[in-house]
């Protein structure tokens, strides 16, 4: 009985449209009921309640986190949580890692959302158990069970800091492997295209709300775009990205074959690629280059793609070559 209400809660709070059907990914109902994200976020050792949201809200904002942590609602003797873990909208499942060491999000899974405008992926980690009914290639429904919460990793979570981490996003690139392979780390990669490094997360407390209020009934695209564009760069490349194929929905065709306009947010989420308007005459194959920025968006400690120098302009981070090196393998 106390599964299903959680869940029918979470159908109950939005209104009809697009996102209609969306769930709250865990058993806790604090979201449902309107109270302050600090009852349901878990924190970190910090004790910070915002360490837990999304951004750059740890280390004293040099360290982002790309998604929720989820606290639990019900906990056995031991402490340890018991809280059952949902799919957050009708999708199909990508990736199951079933080997907590593999992976910083630990045991984890990842669903694709193909029925909207533009797919997004949801991620949910640091899982305790993987619903044995659920497998790579399946459809799911929303409400449907994921696992159980708790703290799988890689490294050590204590167990008062148990939670689910939960993503919402899209990734870069369907040839990730290729991009891996230059990096010639030492493990292997277990996990294909929803490797953590290929996929780019929104805040996904932010879009609950937004859902929940009804502002973005119209799809994933206008919501991608309305967030603010820090930075602008200029790819002078006769390449089609994968991302390009993965969602037209986000690109507009309408230049010049030469290259991409990319629109990013200030941590790196593409929102637009754009063919180029107006190109530079002379420019080369391979030439990149910031044609409109927001100072205002990039003055933060980390996830620095684009850095302004003493006289205020512009200037490409190695992490931002790196990024453009994932969507153009």
């Known amino acids: 009985m106390d599964r299903f209400f959680a869940v029918a809660a979470a159908f109950l709070i939005l209104p009809a449209g ?29 004790g910070n309640p915002m360490s837990g949201a999304f951004g750059d809200v740890r280390n004293n904002g040099t360290r982002f986190h790309e998604g929720i942590d989820i606290k639990p609602v019900r906990r056995d003797r031991k402490g340890e949580p018991l809280d059952d873990v949902y799919c957050a909208m009708d999708g199909k499942v990508r990736m199951i890692n079933k080997i907590a060491g593999n992976s910083g999000y630990g045991r984890y899974v990842v669903v694709s959302h193909e029925n909207f405008d533009v797919e997004v992926y949801t991620l949910y980690a640091h899982l305790a158990e993987i619903d044995s009914g659920i497998a790579i ?24 800091q148990a939670h689910l981490h939960f993503e919402i996003g899209l990734r870069l690139s369907d040839s990730f492997n290729s991009w891996y392979k230059t990096k010639r780390y030492k493990q292997k990669n277990f996990f294909g295209n929803y490797n ?44 089609t990205p994968d991302f390009v194929k993965i969602y037209p929905a986000l690109v507009d065709g309408g230049g010049n074959a030469c290259g991409w306009d990319i629109y990013f947010t200030w941590y790196g989420l593409p929102q637009k690629f754009e ?14 280059e910031i044609v409109k920025y927001n100072p205002s968006q990039l003055n933060h400690k980390c996830r620095r793609f684009v850095v302004l120098d003493s006289k205020g302009r512009p200037q490409i981070t190695d992490t931002l070559k790196d990024m453009l090196k994932k969507i153009f393998p």
């Not at 979201?31 to 910090?46: D, I, M, N, R």
């Not at 290639?137 to 008062?160: E, F, Q």
């Not at 407390?205 to 967030?227: C, E, P, R, T």
């Open 18 to 46: 697009v996102f209609a059907n969306l769930v709250w990914p865990t058993e806790s109902k604090d979201f449902a009921l309107g109270k302050s994200p600090e009852t349901f976020l878990q924190p970190t050792v910090s």
């Open 137 to 160: 290639g399946s459809n799911i429904k929303a409400g449907a069970r994921i696992g159980k919460m708790g703290r799988s990793a890689s490294y050590s979570i204590a167990r008062a």
């Open 196 to 239: 953590g490094m290929n996929l780019v997360g929104f805040d996904p407390l932010a879009f609950f709300y937004d859902a929940k209020s009804g502002k973005i009934n119209d799809g994933f695209a206008s919501y991608i775009s309305s967030m603010p564009t820090a930075y602008v760069v200029r790819v002078y490349t006769r390449t």
């Open 275 to 288: 063919r180029i308007k107006d190109p530079r005459p002379g420019a080369r194959e391979g030439e990149i």
